[in-house]
């Protein structure tokens, strides 16, 4: 008989119930006994012993939503950046003091195991994160959701720098496996390729046939996503590829033992590497391969694995939305269409009109070269029948826009899904927002910056298909498990309300007059900064002073981001300091710390990442700056080290070009734990800068539209350094070889394109940029007033949430509602 998940013996939940289990886990599980377990070996114990205790939650949960049929989401993104998962788990099943009692009586440091943890390789920055605070938001909420995605064997790649410049090494978080992760082999999903398409007439009506050339394997991988102290565990289900016929024992035994596994190499590339290298025609067409293997697998799945036998596709967009995280799922749409159509005979206008309900799409970028494309030559290849249903979709669409503005061709052609030159190719954004229910933006300014600029024409002939959802981020990550000592000092102020109703900070702000509560809090900060140098040192080996102003930049790395206008800034300081302008004792001490990885093909930001440590190594060694101005560079910036790194800052530097980011995260993240922001009017930095209140947050540069009046007045940048000294006295530095050994070449591209073309303004912005920074020093020098500045951060920034933005969701596009789940 077939056990339900309420016949299922859930542990104990206790220090001594804990033990035992840990232990029988040990012993049974791993086959180790406590003498002779390695402190891996500990870890995956731990892991699997809590894992258990939300094992019964999830299968509640799964059981619940087939009794109930609530409308669900499914949320298809080519990344996850989950972060370490064991803190979550305890923090959800609220086992954190029962386990460290427990482990502690066996003579083990919780700690110790924790850090033996790798991290998940499954995303690369802020898309891959805002995947993962959604899911969990969306768990704590008690909405039903499915995650889809693409279980990477080495994700983004393991950043390192040899003579400071970035190698790539392979990120082999699998390497021992994974204990929160349940294969299931026996469901793996069959995904074709190539070939082509038959048309035949069947009782008087065209009917269309694809048939693939080749096929591969989708084997899913579950990852349960609980939520906070609710009983509600949702899923995460990432796809690994395998071939359909792995091995070929004839060709094997005939001495060709390569060519016997090709085939399951070739499949097995498909999810081998997240974003593999593009510039090359292979790399493209495997980047194409990963978006429709995940997208067509995550559909069928649901289709035949999650709705209940017999139910009635007409009614699909009652059961589930599709929510398409930027554009590389957004095959999908021509996936449906191919399956109401071809594997289910529906005719074209039923499988249009459903599928026009069942998808959302969220762009995230204003950046024109980020809205992919996809050559009609490419796509025909290898999705011939997707091909042919985005020429129909097109030519419909088309023929509508005609009739709406019958004297504007221009018009029609610019909302053509086929863009005719350089080369004929499908506009994904475009596909997506004629196809989705709704279209979103991820902050005001890029919301209204999509409609008015990105997406012009289409929010003008549509309207009511765009909307804003302003991004948030999870406070149980990013402050309750990331910041234990803030965590504290809040929850002994207003309660743990907080941790699930984030608005509930603003009980916060009368204390910021409170001169013992500011005292407590930069006592926190210190204790932070202490508890981030000790993990420097031991992780990258770099020095850096508790006592400094700790000045944060960490992002992916990209031009618009403008890493280079914070070196320029401490070149600058470094350069006056030499010339004897300013004295190394007038320099407030700072250490400047990035973390940034550069995509392998981006020559610029690469050539950025060797200037920065560059620089790093020249300043940091020389005596002239009496040891007061400091660059740190940690590689391999991920989760981990974000959860120690954000708590710990003082300044957040957000600092790109008006009108280029979309939203941002590390803004909120930095600010809601007692950060204060340097930064443009961008993105949702607006917002930030709107709800903290513009005397706590530093405000420069230009605005979006100056930005767009000195682009279009011709944009030059040899200007601004021909009429300020500081400026051209740093870049002269960077060109003279100062920083490369004396030779001019090694940073000459980086000079030569700021100097000439400066796509992001950054000579524009960098004289109203060092004059922010002085108000910086200013406002440091006083720390009660900059604690009272970050407490008012912390308690205004509640709004994001990303449960706020999960709100915000359901309420303008998803229309789903909560189920909570029966304790047991």
């Known amino acids: 008989m077939t056990q339900t998940a309420d016949q299922i013996t859930t542990p104990q939940h206790s220090v001594e119930g804990f033990v035992q289990d840990f232990l029988r886990e040990l012993q049974f599980g791993q086959g180790m006994s406590m003498s002779r377990a390695s402190t891996n070996d500990q870890y995956l114990a731990l892991a699997r012993t809590v894992r258990t205790h939300l094992m019964s939650r999830w299968l509640r949960t799964l059981d619940h939503q087939r009794d109930v049929q609530a409308k669900s989401v499914a949320y298809l993104s080519a990344e996850f950046l989950l972060g370490r998962q064991l803190g979550n788990a305890l923090l959800a099943t609220d086992l954190e003091e029962i386990v460290e009692e427990g482990l502690a009586s066996l003579g083990i440091d919780l700690q110790r195991l924790r850090s033996m943890e790798k991290e998940p390789g499954l995303g690369n920055g802020g898309l891959g994160r805002l995947a993962a605070c959604f899911i969990d938001s969306l768990a704590t909420m008690n909405i039903p959701c499915i995650g889809y995605g693409i279980r990477y064997e080495y994700g983004i790649f393991r950043q390192t720098f040899v003579d400071g410049w970035q190698v790539e090494k392979p990120d082999a978080w699998l390497a021992q496996g994974s204990p929160w992760e349940f294969p299931h082999p026996e469901a793996a999903v069959t995904i074709g390729f190539g070939g082509r398409t038959e048309a035949s007439t069947v009782d008087g009506r065209l009917v269309t046939r694809w048939i693939p050339d080749w096929q591969v394997q989708a084997v899913p991988y579950n990852y349960?996503?609980?939520?906070?102290?609710?009983?509600?565990?949702?899923?995460?289900?990432?796809?690994?590829?395998?071939?359909?016929?792995?091995?070929?024992?004839?060709?094997?035994?005939?001495?060709?033992?390569?060519a016997a596994v090709r085939a399951q190499t070739a499949a097995e590339n498909i999810s081998k590497v997240l974003y593999p290298e593009d510039s090359t025609p292979q790399g493209k067409e495997l980047r194409l391969q990963q978006?429709?293997?995940?997208?067509?697998?995550?559909?069928?799945?649901?289709?035949?694995?999650?709705?209940?036998?017999?139910?009635?596709?007409?009614?699909l967009d009652e059961r589930i939305v599709f929510q398409l995280n930027d554009t590389h799922p957004v095959i999908a749409i021509p996936e449906l269409m191919r399956i109401l159509l071809d594997e289910k005979g529906w005719d074209w206008d039923e499988a249009w009109a459903l599928t026009q309900r069942c998808f959302a799409y969220t762009c995230h970028t204003l950046l024109p070269e980020a809205l992919e494309v996809w050559s009609v030559e490419l796509l025909g290849r290898l999705l011939p029948r997707h091909l042919e249903?985005?020429?129909?979709?097109?030519?419909?669409?088309?023929?509508?826009?005609?009739?709406?503005?019958?004297?504007?061709?221009?018009?029609?052609?610019?909302?053509?899904?086929?863009?005719?030159?350089?080369?004929?190719a499908v506009r994904m954004a475009y596909l997506a927002t004629v196809a989705g229910t709704k279209v979103n933006g991820v902050a005001e300014l890029h919301s209204q910056l999509l409609r008015d600029k990105v997406l012009q024409d289409f929010s003008e002939y549509m309207p009511e298909k765009f909307t804003?959802?302003?991004?948030?981020?999870?406070?149980?990550?990013?402050?309750r498990l990331a910041n234990p000592r803030l965590s504290s000092l809040i929850t002994e102020a207003i309660g743990d309300g907080w941790v699930t109703d984030l608005d509930r900070l603003r009980e916060l702000e009368p204390l910021a007059e409170d001169a013992e509560f500011r005292r407590r809090f930069r006592e926190v900060k210190a204790a932070n900064k202490t508890r981030l140098v000790d993990l420097l040192k031991v992780r990258d080996g770099i020095e850096v002073s508790p006592d400094s102003m700790l000045d944060v930049m960490v992002k992916r790395l990209h031009e618009y981001k403008r890493q280079t206008l914070k070196l320029l800034h401490v070149v600058s300081l470094y350069d006056q300091v030499r010339r004897g302008d300013l004295a190394a004792s007038d320099i407030t001490p700072r250490t400047?710390?990035?973390?940034?990885?550069?995509?392998?093909?981006?020559?610029?930001?690469?050539?950025?990442?060797?200037?920065?440590?560059?620089?790093?190594?020249?300043?940091?060694?020389?005596?002239?700056?009496?040891?007061?101005l400091r660059i740190a560079f940690p590689a391999n910036y991920n989760v981990t080290l974000a959860e120690r790194l954000i708590p710990a800052a003082d300044l957040s530097e957000q600092i790109s070009l008006a009108g280029k980011e979309a939203s941002g995260t590390g803004n909120m993240k930095f600010a809601l734990n007692g950060a204060l922001t340097i930064g443009t009017d961008d993105g949702a930095n607006v917002e930030l800068r709107q709800l903290v209140g513009d005397e706590n947050f530093f405000l420069f540069g230009l605005t979006e539209p100056e930005v767009a009046e000195i682009v279009e007045k011709g944009y030059r940048p040899t200007s601004f350094y021909e009429s300020n000294a500081t400026l051209r006295h740093a870049l002269d530095l960077i060109a003279s070889g100062a920083f490369s050994d004396g030779d001019r070449r090694t940073f000459e591209p980086i000079v030569s394109n700021l100097l000439y073309e400066d796509r992001f303004l950054v000579l524009?912005?960098?004289?109203?940029?060092?004059?922010a920074q002085l108000v910086v020093e200013r406002a440091y020098a006083d720390p009660d007033a900059w604690a009272r500045s970050a407490v008012l951060n912390v308690a205004r920034s509640g709004f994001f949430s990303s449960d706020r933005s999960m709100r915000d969701y359901l309420d303008r596009i998803w229309h789903a509602e909560a189920a909570p789940v029966p304790t047991a």
């Open 291 to 315: 978006q429709y293997f995940f997208a067509a697998a995550s559909l069928k799945d649901f289709l035949d694995n999650v709705l209940p036998e017999g139910f009635d596709l007409h009614r």
């Open 389 to 424: 249903i985005i020429y129909r979709i097109n030519e419909d669409f088309l023929a509508e826009v005609h009739t709406a503005y019958p004297d504007d061709e221009l018009r029609v052609r610019r909302m053509s899904i086929i863009a005719e030159h350089p080369e004929r």
């Open 468 to 479: 804003n959802v302003t991004n948030g981020v999870t406070p149980r990550r990013f402050v």
């Open 764 to 771: 524009a912005d960098f004289q109203a940029y060092l004059d």
């Open 592 to 628: 400047v710390t990035f973390g940034a990885k550069a995509a392998p093909g981006y020559k610029m930001a690469k050539q950025t990442i060797g200037l920065i440590n560059a620089v790093g190594r020249t300043i940091n060694a020389d005596p002239v700056l009496e040891g007061r």
């Open 224 to 258: 349960m996503v609980p939520g906070y102290h609710n009983g509600r565990v949702n899923t995460l289900r990432l796809w690994s590829a395998a071939a359909t016929e792995s091995f070929d024992l004839s060709i094997f035994n005939a001495g060709d033992y390569s």
